[in-house]
């Protein structure tokens, strides 16, 4: 058995980053364990650019955002290993490891970082009748094969669905020059960022179906065409809108979700909504010592958020591992009218620093409404947002005083709503 | 007179713009909200950039391909001759981040740079 103050699981740009700032912060006894033969995951195949703005005041792109944490990591010769597959964790932090060197690994540790990030929504969730021909795979894998490994997953493409992974890799195919004809997307916006819409569908021409999806796949041994179809506002097809669209390809784009078997079997609890742990405010998951960042938490926008996030992580489970006693009574966060979830999900006072930062996507697009929070039934922010869409997650910061000023609370509730 | 509509991407929002290019070469923006609305709007339709990312081939390395962009933006009617000039490009093993892979990219001041490290296999 191996005793460790700070297990780290996944060395994505949240492993890394709890990392760095565990290091940073006073702790030496680390170890990172990753399932892939590389430091920096899903960062390495995204090679555009645009990340970085908030953590590094510049325009990086993911490999290189990725460098910039490996390259501490390997200074500070803080430990990882590669190849390296966690297959259990028990709710007293015993880590059972596996890898080919060393076999079994059994690690005891002080406190855990979940920080397993997300993985693609799969063709099986989504019951689109057809044969299961080759040709159609999820958007982060196509990344992966055009990035990665340097293969053109085909020439005619059609994208179900436009979450950003979609948006940049239709622009990536059309670089190297298939031709794709159309992205549909299901609800009536998309969720991916403006500038993603602009700078790889309409540079490009391509053009972008709202409220269409696909029916039907056709072909046995490879995919030769799908059936696209308008939808209604229930989002049932609407009879009669049927398009045969010929295609070699079909990619999708249809959504992320945060990879928690391990955390399931250490017993944390998960939030249905988000499909990531339930924390408080110091990212503690409902099991003492097990904290969780990044997209394994909840799907982010942003690498710079879930660097930001995984700094605070690890700060906490320091101060979990020096046993700093809380027991104070913890305040349960509520998504009201409009908000679909909130992280965290409760708050102690004890644990908020100079101001408590609360993230938060609401459930539609609304234009010209007001995000407020209650502090039980007194409305203690009140703020006008132009718009609010689904796809981009938004956030509130409660100064420390305001606990002071309301030491009887009882809950904390966010909404969006009229005047 | 040109007529012109570009989505601004400067928020969420995502403003529908206007722009009317006028004979003497002026231009009007309208449907903006903010005044990068229609910074931005006159920017897209006089000088349009983009910042490009690839792949390109890499022999002897740990992995076949490395990442690149272009080491700042080029016009927006260039990359398609941009992506055709790192068509044939194959690069040897070691690469760092930074190197020049193209220099001065279909006769502009703006190289071609790797984006990630490839060591020697």
């Known amino acids: 058995m191996i005793y460790k103050d700070i297990v780290i699981i996944g060395a994505g740009p949240a492993g890394l980053a709890a990392a760095l700032s565990a290091y940073e912060n006073g702790a030496t006894d680390i170890l990172i364990l990753e399932r892939e033969n590389y430091l920096g995951g899903i960062l390495n195949q995204c090679i555009h650019n645009g990340f970085g703005l908030h953590t590094f005041k510049e325009e990086l ?60 929504r799969p063709r099986g969730a989504l019951n689109i009748p057809g044969f299961r021909p080759s040709g159609i795979y999820s958007a982060g894998t196509a990344q992966k094969y055009v990035n990665i490994d340097g293969y053109l997953p085909g020439r005619n493409i059609v994208i179900l669905g436009s979450g950003d992974i979609g948006l940049i890799m239709a622009r990536r195919l059309t670089l190297e020059g298939s031709h794709v004809k159309m992205v549909c997307e299901i609800m009536p916006y998309s969720g991916g960022l403006k500038r993603n819409i602009v700078q790889c569908l309409d540079d490009y021409e391509i053009p972008l179906k709202l409220s269409h999806t696909v029916t039907k796949i056709h072909g046995k041994e490879r995919i030769e065409g799908v059936t696209i179809a308008k939808v209604d506002a229930a989002m049932k097809t609407i009879s009669g809108t049927e398009e045969y669209v010929s295609c070699d390809t079909l990619l999708l784009s249809v959504g992320l979700i945060p990879e928690n ?107 010209n409404q007001y995000i407020s929070v209650y502090f039980d039934f007194e409305r203690v922010y009140h703020k006008l947002k132009r718009i609010l869409t689904p796809g981009e997650m938004e956030q509130v910061i409660l100064p420390k005083n305001w606990f002071d000023k309301y030491p009887a609370v009882s809950s904390i509730n966010i909404a969006v709503e009229g005047e | ?80 001759s941009c992506m055709l000039a790192l068509k044939d490009v194959v690069v040897e093993a070691p690469i760092y981040i930074g190197d020049i892979i193209v220099e001065h990219i279909c006769g502009t001041d703006i190289n071609i740079v790797a984006t990630k490290e490839v060591k020697k296999k």
């Open chain 1, 61 to 120: 792109t993911g490999p290189e955002y990725a460098l910039r944490y490996i390259q501490k990591i390997e200074e500070l010769k803080i430990e990882y290993r590669l190849n390296t597959m966690v297959i259990d964790i028990s709710n007293t932090k015993k880590i059972i490891a596996i890898n080919e060197t060393d076999g079994v690994i059994i690690i005891q540790a002080k406190a855990v970082i979940l920080a397993m990030g997300c993985r693609e």
């Open chain 1, 261 to 367: 078997e391990l955390s399931r079997k250490a017993g944390v609890k998960i939030n249905p909504t988000t499909q990531g742990p339930f924390v408080s405010n110091s990212l503690e998951t409902t099991i003492p010592g097990i904290f969780a960042c990044g997209n394994v938490l909840h799907v982010h926008d942003l690498v710079d958020f879930v660097s930001e996030e995984a700094v605070l992580a690890a700060k906490y489970a320091i101060k979990h591992i020096k046993g700093i006693q809380k027991n104070e009574k913890s305040i349960p966060v509520y998504a009201r009218d409009g908000i679909r979830y909130t992280v965290p999900s409760s708050i102690e006072v004890c644990e908020v620093m100079k101001m408590q930062l609360i993230r938060f996507r609401v459930s539609n697009v609304y234009e």
């Open chain 2, 1 to 80: 007179m040109e007529k012109r509509q570009v989505t601004c991407i400067n928020c969420p929002l995502g403003c529908t713009l206007d722009v009317e290019i006028h004979s003497d070469d002026s231009i009007s923006v309208t449907g903006f909200q903010c005044a990068r609305g229609e910074d931005y709007a006159k920017k897209e339709v006089l000088n349009p950039t983009r910042t490009i990312t690839s792949t390109v081939p890499v022999l002897n390395g740990d992995v076949p391909m490395v990442s690149v962009k272009t080491s700042g933006d080029i016009p927006k009617k260039s990359i398609k």
